[in-house]
């Protein structure tokens, strides 16, 4: 539970995240070996970072003997070596005071480094921050276990040939890492949500783990109203776990849940996340004033200090908002879904958007209206491979009563899915038609 603090606070001390991880481990089977002859002691957490931060001063004093020319490093390790408490005791008496919450922040910014690919990052992070292991990251991902560990070597290995600061981001570098960190976290969420491939239809753990993050990126970026707003998505579509599949497994579509199984709790949790996005983003942008050698701000409000508005994920939370809202399906107030669509459409000017803004203008206007936009994107080349392309278009099909072409499109996304439990329910719906 304490590993990602451990790791976070050795690795602003020794600037290399794989040797923070072997050191945090190396406190853990100190713990295993002295704890059952000792007790746990009342601080467990406080310990184990005081042991770790221990090693790594040894690990610095060795590398001190092995950079004696480096003025730069040796400075550093001197200072850090005066700031050492000379006995355990007082160490964890140290590590009790200190806040750690910066060193969780840098390392939370470290592991979503835009240097990094995307299979990387979130890799790193499931790694480093959520402690899960190799095995299970690759499980989760339905990937062999040795690609799992090569993009996390690799993505360490990046990181230390990148020179990456273990820091938090500049004024005029946030926005962009930000965007980063939010990325990974919604790119879990999304595959545990509707798993990509495999038997299962969602992947609990991963939904899980990622709210987990979200929430902790939300204590240490308070202001910042896309955090709130993505935890707020996530909390609400979190809500609807227990209705979404059925008692072998199968699907149940959004229309066709028991909302009387929606978790209220969850719910509740993510209007509130979505009343402090809100209330954010009403909040003056601070001002940035780009550094000489750094990239101008990359929106104008954070330049001018003018209020932000909702972003992207915020106007999803929304979105997800009046369905939560709603104590039946026939009361969804699909008017302002597809209003809040257009703005995310503006926002974004992706074709997955424009296909969801799709469904929510023909359950607002008609199937017709839906079909046009969807007959929009027939030659977009970000869609050629995705399954819920023909599957919205079948639908729609189906409601204009084209039944005949409804069922190739069923049958078309079919084909497309990876997900056995996705691709059962779409040949259902072929027969159906």
């Known amino acids: 539970m304490e590993s990602a603090r451990i790791i976070a606070v050795l690795a602003r001390m020794l600037r290399d995240v794989g040797q923070a991880e072997e050191l945090a ?5 100190q713990a295993l070996e002295r704890w059952p002859e000792t007790g746990v002691p009342d601080q467990p957490a406080a310990w184990l970072t005081a042991v770790a931060k221990n090693r790594a001063l040894d690990a610095l004093r060795h590398r001190q003997m092995h950079a004696e020319k480096e003025a730069a490093i040796s400075y550093e390790i001197d200072n850090q070596l005066q700031d050492a408490a000379p006995d355990l005791e007082a160490e964890v008496a140290n590590a009790l005071e200190n806040d750690i919450g910066d060193d969780l922040l840098r390392l939370v910014f470290v592991a979503c480094h835009p240097v990094l690919p995307t299979d990387g990052r979130v890799a790193l992070t ?6 899960l292991s190799t095995d299970e990251i690759a499980r989760a991902f339905l990937v062999p276990e040795k690609t799992v560990a090569q993009r996390i070597v690799r993505a360490k290995r990046t990181l230390s040939e990148a020179k990456v600061p273990f820091e938090a981001p500049r004024a005029h570098e946030l926005g962009e890492r930000l965007a980063s960190v939010l990325q990974v976290i919604y790119l879990i969420y999304n595959e545990g949500y509707s798993a990509s491939a495999g038997a299962d239809w969602m992947r609990p753990a991963l939904c899980e783990e990622a709210l987990r993050l979200g929430r902790i990126l939300a204590e240490l970026q308070p202001n910042e109203p896309e955090v709130h707003g993505l935890v707020a998505l996530m909390e609400i579509q979190s809500s609807r776990a227990r209705a979404r599949v059925g008692p072998k497994g199968e699907p149940i579509l959004l229309l066709e849940q028991d909302r009387t199984r929606w978790d209220q709790l969850l719910i509740r949790r993510g209007l509130a996340a979505l009343a402090r996005a809100e209330q954010a983003a009403l909040t003056p942008a601070p001002a940035v004033r780009p550094s000489p050698a750094g990239p101008r701000p990359t929106h104008a409000a954070a330049a001018a200090g003018s209020t932000r508005g909702l972003g992207p994920y915020g106007l999803q939370a929304a979105i997800a908002a009046c369905h939560a809202r709603a104590r039946r399906a026939e009361d969804t107030d699909w008017t302002r879904i597809a209003a809040l669509y257009d703005a995310l459409a503006q926002l974004s000017g992706s ?4 296909l969801n803004r799709a469904v929510a203008l023909s359950m607002a206007y008609g199937p017709q209206a839906g079909l046009e936009v969807v007959d929009g ?7 050629k491979n995705y399954h819920l392309l023909p599957s919205v278009r079948g639908d729609l099909l189906a409601k204009l009563g084209r039944h005949h072409e409804a ?6 996304a079919a084909d497309l899915t990876h997900n056995e439990r996705e691709r059962q329910l779409l040949l259902a719906r072929a027969q159906s038609s």
């Open 25 to 29: 481990q190396d406190a853990l089977v």
């Open 126 to 131: 499931l790694r480093m921050l959520g402690g």
């Open 351 to 354: 074709p997955i958007v424009e």
């Open 377 to 383: 994107l027939l030659d977009a080349p970000a869609l």
């Open 407 to 412: 069922r190739l499109e069923f049958e078309r």
